[in-house]
Structures are given as C-alpha cells and as structure tokens.
C-alpha cells in the first residue's frame, strides 16, 4: 500500500483524463448516496413516523459526524500511502451502507446505515483532491477541480431522477439497493485500471504524534491570510448549500404538492445538468479571469453569492411553480461557483506534503457545520415555526438560512486581498 516507488515521467493526458473521469464517477456515487435521502425524505417520514427535526439529523449530522472526523486520519494516510487504494476501500464500504439502509424498520436503524455511509465517503474525496493536484498544473486545476465537483451535480442528477421514480413506483427502501450496489462496482474499476500517480514532494514519514499534524495543519491554514478566509467563507456558504438543498425534494414535495417523481425530475435536471454546467463554468471562469488577476479567483465568488441573495429569497416566497423552476435554474447555475476554486486554492496554498490532510481540515469544517448542522437547522426551525405557519414553516426556515450567504461572501472578498501574495510564497516553499 506504501507508494515507494515514485514514476519520474509525468501522466499522460489520456491518463490524466481518464484518472479524473473515474474519480468523477466514484465522487458522483458518493453523491448520489448522499442526496437520495432529500427526495427519499418524505416518504421516509410518512413511513416511520418522524419529526423534521428527526429528518434532518438523517440528512445531515447522522452522516456527517464521522464523514467530517474521520476524514482528517484518512488524508494523514493518504499523504503517505496509496491514495488509489484509499478510495477504493472508502467507495465498497459506503456502497453497501446505502444498499443497506432500504433494510431499516425504524430510525435509530436508519440513522445507523446512515452513519456507516459517512464512514465510507471520508476515505473519497481527500486523497482525490491530492491525486488530481500532482497530476494537474495549478493553470488547469481549476478546471480539473471544477469538473471533479460536477460529479456532485451528476450524483444529484441520478440520485433524485432515480430516487424519485423508484420511490413512486416500488417505494423508498428499493431506492437505496439500486443506487447501492453499483458503487461496489465502481471501487473494483478504480483498483484495477487506474494507477497511483506520481507525488510532487515525497512523502513524510508517519507521525506518531496525530493530534499535533493535524493542529499544525489547521495552524498553518490559518496563518495563511487568504487561505483562513477561504475556509470560513467555504463554511459559510456549504452551511447555507446543505441546509436548502437537502431539503428541496421535501420543499418541492410539501409546499408544491409534487409526486416524488416530479419532484426527483425536477430537481435531478436543473440540479444535475444546469448545476453541473454551472459547476464547471465556475472553476473555468476563474481560470480564465485569475489569468489577468489571481484575486478573481475568490472574488468572482463573492460577487456572484452577494447578487444571488435576493433570488433566493424570491425563489422560497414565492408560490407560482413556474417562477420557483425557473428561479431554481438560475440557483442551480450560479450555486456551485465556489467549490472548484475553494478546493484548487486550498490545495495551491498549502505544501504539497500536506495538501490532503488539508483538504480534509477543510472539508471538515465545511462537512460538520454545513452539512451536520445545517439541514439539522432548517429541520428544528421548521419544527419551531409549525404551530404558527403550518406546513408553510419550512418555507420560512429555509429563507432564513438562506441570508447567511452574504456573510460567505465577505470572506471570500477579503480572501482576495492578499490572495495573490499568498500564491507567489506558496509556489516558492
């Protein structure tokens, strides 16, 4: 498992793209694994009798409590060991959690599966940052990071089109067996066809100290000016991401009155295909504009959340379903322009020997408050209004936490003072 022998030659770029497509496909899985249960919710509640508060402890801190924690052990490992191997091992655990989680009978059991997925999925995405960052030259890693986030939008284009249909047709415990198992299958295709790629710097040896890493990491990451609002503002605006989009599905379903197919079709198009364009468009936009100031890199984030705020509140007052789709799209679009470029900077700013344990302080962060916290937020708010709105209190959750978005967006501002300074020391070390 230990990578010894480090190739001189570098990848080529059918194997760069391949590399990348395939860990697309694995990020997608974990995602479809992951939103299922917004479309699922509904009926999940109606079935086992459950509270929003209840729903949003499922959708988010059953499964980010160990996503988030056991993510920094793992990137620790990965900056030692084969990362292929990491990922592999992580996408069959959590592949068999989910196809297990149509089997619970109540919501302790379900929180449970729910859990054991979390544990899978925190061995995926750091050392994919780390494996696409040594193959990648920081003038494309913003679009490489880019569409390895798309992988979100074709998660949430297969999770809620499947789960929807499934969920109507053949109910919700099926959803999970069918969008289960093929991730199994996906951990074998990365074990067999894709190879360990070359690191930039060779790895450190294993401290024996973790806790002492991992806090000179985060020290280190904080120290960086760019980089500590980076963080913060990524925090931010995941916490507002999770905590309205995991809830959309039960939104669609509740406020609108749509079946779950309808709802899952919806969701799954604008999310899955205008979402994932957006995506992409995000991290080649700031590619493209960093080339003339590397502060664009932050700053186009931080315009584009600040003049969204007010369609998103339109979007959640609003009770003409045309208007809310057509509002949905633009968010869907937009939505995702910070996750490419807070990921490739994270990884530019920081040494290579320590690029995967920071992408995992990163996703920590972002992982335990934005999607721990935040559909458990919108879900105990929801439970708070409901004898003064009725079914319209999670309408009002959802605005509420939407606002948090402009306060992201300052950080992102002031990430952009000093950001290119930040690159020029980080490129020298």
Not at 245 to 267: K, M, Q
Request: a positive charge; aromatic letters at 12%; charged letters at 10%.
């Amino acid at each position: 498992m230990s990578d010894i022998a480090q190739p001189t030659e570098a990848p080529s770029k059918f194997t760069r793209n391949y590399t990348l497509g395939v860990l697309v496909l694995i990020y997608a899985s974990s995602h479809i694994d992951r939103q299922i249960v917004s479309i699922l919710a509904e009926s999940i509640k109606q079935d086992l009798l459950l509270s929003d508060t209840q729903l949003g402890f499922l959708i988010g801190l059953s499964f980010a409590l160990f996503y988030a924690t056991l993510g920094i052990p793992i990137a620790i490992l990965a900056d030692r060991y084969s990362r292929r191997n990491i990922i592999a091992a992580a996408v069959i655990i959590w592949s068999g959690m989910t196809a297990l989680s149509g089997l619970a009978a109540n919501f302790t059991q379900l929180a449970l599966a729910r859990i054991g997925v979390g544990i899978g999925e925190a061995g995926s995405s750091p050392p994919s940052h780390s494996m696409i960052t040594d193959m990648f030259p920081l003038e494309s890693r913003g679009a490489a990071m880019g569409i390895y986030a798309a992988g979100i939008n074709l998660g949430i284009l297969v999770g809620f089109l499947v789960g929807g249909f499934i969920d109507e047709w053949y109910g919700w415990r099926m959803a999970f067996f069918i969008v289960g198992i093929p991730g199994i299958f996906l951990g074998l295709l990365l074990l067999t066809t894709v190879r360990e790629p070359a690191r930039t710097q060779p790895p450190r040896p294993l401290s024996r100290n973790y806790l002492s890493e991992i806090s000179q990491t985060f020290l280190l990451m904080m120290s960086i000016r760019s980089l500590r609002h980076i963080v913060i503002g990524c925090t931010l605006v995941v916490f507002v991401g999770y905590g309205t989009t995991y809830w959309n599905g039960v939104y669609f379903r509740r406020i609108h009155g749509l079946s779950p197919a309808e709802a899952g079709t919806l969701l799954a198009l604008i999310g899955g295909i205008i979402g994932g364009i957006g995506t992409f468009t995000g991290g080649w936009l700031a590619d493209k504009l960093a080339r003339r100031d590397k502060r664009f890199y932050v700053w186009l984030t931080a315009g584009v959340k600040l003049l969204l705020a007010p369609f998103v509140a339109w979007f959640y007052l609003t009770t003409d379903i045309v208007v809310a789709r057509w509002l949905l799209a633009i968010l869907a679009f937009f939505g995702g322009f910070y996750l490419s470029v807070s990921f490739a900077m994270t990884q530019s700013l920081l040494p290579a020997s320590r690029r995967a344990l920071g992408a995992a302080i990163l996703l920590f962060c972002i992982n335990i408050l934005g999607l721990g916290l935040g559909p458990l937020l919108v879900g105990m708010m929801s439970d708070a209004f409901s004898p003064t709105y009725g079914q319209q209190s999670l309408r009002y959750a959802l605005l509420l936490v939407s606002f948090l978005n402009i306060w992201g967006s300052v950080h992102y501002y002031l990430a952009g003072r000093t950001l290119a300074a930040d690159l020029e020391i980080a490129s020298r070390e």
